[in-house]
T-cell receptor, first 114, second 113 residues
């Protein structure tokens, strides 16, 4: 069984500040990890993914995430927030089986202030 | 790549009525997924098809819910005798192979009055 915990349902940062969204996972098999972004009344858009190999993964819009097996974490970061980053962010995990079914966290709403 | 298409975008229905949603996946994707998302929550898995075969169903999918993918292309999700608790965003996603990212549609928002 897999699960995802996203710490902080709401995060607020100033424009230009560091963005850090936290994700911890639980998986009985080597995980495949994903971050998605959702804008109001829209579906989810993939930001980045970790499958195997390099543990620092770069995604779209300047986001990146680091897979840390010892900490079972996959935190999302961006060095400098932009107003357009305001959205809801979801971390998700899939395991070796389960038909690539994703298990999502409850999401983090990111607010970017001037 | 025209993306995953879902229709309708919005559906308002009265309790007890039946509703049907349609999903057209990306054409070369053989895997299709349905998820449900309620306010303030992440998407919850409902069911999954590989081609026309429905391979997994969540316990969330009660007997009132049925999904089909008759020719391995588009899929429909039907809810019979809708209840207010069915009000949610229903998301469809597709992918070409195991562990490929899911590509999501914009969802169908269901409101049951």
């Amino acid at each position: 069984a897999q699960s995802v915990t996203q710490l902080g349902s709401h995060v607020s940062v100033s424009e230009g500040a560091l963005v850090l969204l936290r994700c911890n996972y639980s998986s009985s098999v080597p995980p495949y990890l994903f971050w998605y972004v959702q804008y109001p009344n829209q579906g989810l858009q993939l930001l980045l993914k970790y499958t195997t190999g390099a543990t620092l993964v770069k995604g779209i819009n300047g986001f990146e995430a680091e897979f840390k097996k010892s900490e079972t974490s996959f935190h999302l970061t961006k060095p400098s927030a932009h107003m357009s980053d305001a959205a809801e962010y979801f971390c998700a995990v899939s395991g070796a089986g389960g038909g690539n079914k994703l298990t999502f966290g409850t999401g983090t709403q990111l607010k970017v202030e001037l | 790549d025209t993306g995953v298409s879902q229709n309708p975008r919005h559906k308002i229905t009265k309790r007890g009525q039946n509703v049907t949603f349609r999903c057209d996946p990306i054409s070369e994707h053989n895997r299709l997924y349905w998820y449900r998302q309620t306010l303030g929550q992440g998407p919850e898995f409902l069911t999954y098809f590989q081609n026309e075969a429905q391979l997994e169903k969540s316990r969330l999918l009660s007997d009132r819910f049925s999904a089909e993918r008759p020719k391995g292309s588009f899929s429909t999700l039907e809810i019979q005798r809708t209840e207010q608790g069915d009000s949610a965003m229903y998301l469809c996603a597709s992918s070409p192979r195991t562990h490929s990212p899911l590509h999501f549609g914009n969802g169908t928002r269901l409101t049951v009055t």
